[in-house]
């Protein structure tokens, strides 16, 4: 028998600007939602959707490091082109995913691609940032690139709703990344008046959030654009209606009950361990681009 998940809170999306190439809306870590709180999910940017003028020089973030943990990038529009000091290279296109795993550590760096500058448009994006168990803190750094052509679609609903299974699994079917700790990650859009309902795993860390569009939720509570939907880790049941066509992505998760120490780029289980990354970073151990 199935328990519906209550719903903890909703919050707004703080804004912000990563580099010069990404204004983003937050909405988590903050303050209704603490860094760790929906483990082992550590942050949520949405960037855009931004119109870019064409350029000579390409937007994005500059080299920087990362240690303890995974970025995920999920493209919506517009390009995007990573590199990193792992050998690490891809070029995203709408619908695309980059899965990248810092691990040990290493130095990227995340830019509009040359087309995408030359000839301007519009950039949307979602990244997250993916907690790694500690046993797996030290992992070799790897690169996923996920095309969108190999990420199940699933048909949902009677209204033309589906889902794209980037994570996890949905009736026996797996979805297109490899993950170190068990977690579902949906990129779903839910069209008008179509009533939809999931079940995941009682326990799990849940929540939704809405790119574009509205919801309505099984308790009449609403949620807009640019909101998350935080859910009671126990039950496991969440229903909703798209009113009217909404954009949403779905998070859930199992945490991971490690404590957690954190500075900028680097996410470890002791403040030793940002301490050791710091060093190792400057003394040129997690490598340079050329």
Known sequence: ?????????????????????????????????????????????????????????????????????ETVTILYSGEMEHRDSHGGHGQLKPGDVQWMTAGSGLVHEEKHSKAFTESGGTLELIQLWVNLPAKHKSATPKYQDIAATSIPTIELGTNGSYLRLIAGNYNDIKGAADTFTAMQLWDIRANADDGLSF????????????????????????????????????????????????????????????????????VMNRAEEIQQALQDFHTGKMGTLA
Request: hydrophobic letters at 35%; a negative charge; proline letters at 9%.
């Open 1 to 69: 028998m199935s328990i519906h998940k209550s719903i903890r809170l909703i919050t707004q999306s703080t804004p912000a600007q990563v580099g010069d190439g990404f204004f983003i809306r937050r909405p988590m870590p903050g303050t209704a939602i603490r860094l760790g709180e929906m483990s082992p999910f550590l942050l949520l940017d949405h960037a855009g959707p931004t119109h870019f003028e064409p350029s000579d020089t390409p937007r994005g973030v500059d080299e920087h490091p990362h240690r303890g943990f």
């Open 199 to 266: 079940d995941l795993k009682d326990g799990d860390n849940t929540a939704l959030y809405v790119l574009s569009g509205s919801i309505q939720l099984a308790d009449q509570q609403a949620a807009q654009e640019g909101e998350m939907v935080l859910f009671d880790t126990s039950g496991t049941t969440i229903k909703f209606t798209a009113q009217p066509d909404a954009k949403l992505l779905l998070l859930s998760g199992t945490p991971l009950n490690e404590p957690i120490a954190s500075y900028g780029p680097f």
